[in-house]
């Protein structure tokens, strides 16, 4: 099979970063739209702490007044039992844990180790398959930490072993700054692949050097079929100095299909999606 699926994250790791509050509103019309463009799964809320990401704040509203489509899992972040709790509250088709490889970004964006985080994360995993959600895990500064510099592919396998552990159904790799390269990626693969198949990873590049389409392609030559993006290109991380945009949705799009792989996707409708996030992005909503 030559498919490739994309896992839209722009409602969620895109707005997450948007300096401006965005009216609920917007939010939602920005998820209608990319609900109809073909996407399985779309990450549209984050229980996180509103001191710590005040744009996501208004994540229960945004699941609340979605239209919801057949056949589209909506997810949400959870960093703890809280978060986790407001999640399933709001109706939320799946959550993700957040960890990471590197422990200054662990303390940045966590305000705790990388140790302490498993501790918390694996008992959000846990309540979650209780209540019949499927948990995604994701790994943060797989090959750069922009507090502890390159990160060893090593601590990249064991963070996302653990995951796997705690039962996630999918442990996607995040290039959390967007400066990797791609034969850091291919040696932080082949250290991940050691411990988990294939097709149980997913890569989240961002794009702050113009090199995540070569980092999605130096992924799919080992095996992944699964890649993160945001439509607009939207996106970064608060907690990560110097992060730019997630992969854009509608370049990643259309590259694959240049290549010859089928995502699914209408590609007319994703371009109606990065439309409303490039407005949303310059406050003309
Ligand atoms: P903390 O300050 O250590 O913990 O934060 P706390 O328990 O003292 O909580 C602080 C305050 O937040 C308290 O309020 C809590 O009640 C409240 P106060 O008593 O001061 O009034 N609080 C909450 N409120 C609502 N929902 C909750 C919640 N939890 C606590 N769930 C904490 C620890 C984990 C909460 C914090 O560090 C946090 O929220 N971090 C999240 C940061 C974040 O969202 N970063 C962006 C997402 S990760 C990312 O983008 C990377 C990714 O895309 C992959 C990649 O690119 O690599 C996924
Ligand atoms: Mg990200």
Not at 154 to 175: F, K, N, P, T, W
Not at 262 to 268: E, F, K, N
Request: glycine fraction near 10%; hydrophobic fraction near 45%.
């Amino acid at each position: 099979m030559n498919a490739v699926e994309i896992f839209e994250v722009g409602p969620r790791d895109g707005l997450q970063n948007e300096p401006g509050l965005i009216p609920v509103a917007q939010k939602v019309a920005l998820i209608d739209c990319l609900s109809r463009a073909g996407f399985r799964r779309i990450e549209v809320a984050s229980f996180v702490s509103p001191k710590w990401v005040p744009q996501m704040a208004s994540s229960g509203e945004v699941l609340r007044q979605i239209r919801r489509a057949d056949g589209v899992r909506y997810a949400a972040l959870a960093p703890n039992l809280r978060g986790l709790r407001d999640a399933i509250a709001a109706g939320a088709d799946e959550v993700a844990i957040f960890a990471s490889a590197s422990e200054g970004f662990s303390r940045a964006n966590l305000n705790c180790s990388i140790a302490d985080s498993l501790v918390r994360f694996a008992d959000v995993a846990q309540a979650a398959q209780a209540a019949g959600l499927p948990v995604r895990g994701y790994v943060s500064c797989v090959t750069e930490c922009p507090f502890d510099g390159p990160t060893p592919p090593q601590a990249v396998a064991q963070v996302a072993a653990r995951l796997r552990a705690m039962g996630c159904y999918e442990i996607s790799l995040g290039d959390t700054i967007g400066r990797a390269t791609p034969e850091a990626v291919t040696a932080m693969l082949r250290a991940v692949l050691d411990e988990i198949g294939a097709a149980e990873l997913a890569g989240h590049f961002h794009d702050t050097q113009g090199r995540a389409l070569e980092n999605v392609a130096a992924a799919l030559e080992l095996g992944l079929r699964v890649f993160d993006a945001a439509v607009g290109g939207l996106g970064g991380c608060p907690y990560a100095p110097g992060a730019a945009g997630n992969l854009a949705t509608e370049r990643l799009a259309a590259w694959l299909a240049a290549q010859g792989w089928q995502t699914g996707l209408d590609a007319q409708v994703v371009a109606q999606a990065a439309d409303l996030a490039q407005k949303m992005r310059e406050g003309k909503g």
